[in-house]
């Protein structure tokens, strides 16, 4: 069984360039969520994909967008970066549709806006 | 809004020490509670899940307790070692959610001194 996989681990953008984050889920999963972490901080909830639909979203602009595919996996998206978009994203994944289940993290991936 | 807070933000024991590390939250209608340890730079590891309907929970030297109707949970490391150094985040799963959408605290920062 594979756990949750990130790609890239780092990554190094201009202020104002786009980029695009993976995730892979771990094997039989079909809910995957996207946290921001600054540093220091507790990590904050983006969106969550559920079947490949958006089935939640927290307090992020519209520039934040994502992505799931029939395998359950997903990916970020963040146009017109902001020097404040550098963090570490985090991406999860559970069982989704059971309740109370056990959220699965992948090792994240560092963006550094420039 | 749910809000989760964890004290201290920092701690630095010597080794061999016991330690409690506590965390609470604003509201109590939720699924689950989820402590989870991060290295620096590094993705989340799950440590101890605790439905709500559950009192504790235990692995090896840890043990986290929950009591939902008071908003608190404690984790308690036994026979602290230095490879315990890291921060520790717990989080809660809103009772109107399911899949993997978490509320998280700022994290206790671990230091074990050998």
């Known amino acids: 069984e594979t756990g949750v996989t990130q790609s890239p681990t780092h990554l190094i953008k201009t202020r104002g360039q786009q980029v695009t984050l993976r995730c892979s889920s771990q094997?039989?999963?079909?809910?995957v969520s996207w946290y921001q972490q600054a540093l220091g901080q507790g990590p904050q909830f983006i969106f969550q994909?559920?079947?490949?639909?958006?089935?939640g979203r927290g307090n992020f602009p519209p520039r934040f967008s994502g992505l799931q595919f029939p395998n359950y996996s997903s990916e970020l998206n963040v146009n017109a970066l902001e020097l404040d978009d550098s963090a570490l994203y985090l991406c999860?994944?559970?069982?989704?549709?059971?309740?109370?289940?056990?959220?699965?993290f992948g090792q994240g991936t560092r963006l550094t806006v420039v | 809004k749910q809000e989760v807070t964890q004290i201290p933000a920092a701690l630095s024991v010597p080794e061999g020490e016991n330690l409690v590390l506590n965390c609470s939250f604003t509201d109590s209608a939720i699924y689950n509670l989820q402590w989870f340890r991060q290295d620096p730079g590094k993705g989340l590891t799950s440590l101890l899940l605790?439905?709500?309907?559950?009192r504790e929970q235990t692995s090896g030297r840890l043990n986290a307790s929950l009591d939902k109707s008071s908003g608190r949970s404690t984790l308690y490391i036994a026979a602290s070692q230095p490879g315990d150094s890291a921060t520790y985040l717990c989080a809660v799963r809103p009772r109107e959610t399911s899949g993997s959408r978490l509320t998280f605290g700022e994290g206790t920062q671990l230091t074990v001194n050998p």
């Open positions: 999860a994944s559970s069982p989704g549709g059971a309740w109370g289940t056990e959220a699965f």
């Open positions: 994909y559920y079947r490949e639909e958006e089935n």
């Open positions: 605790i439905q709500s309907s559950q």
């Open positions: 094997s039989g999963h079909n809910t």
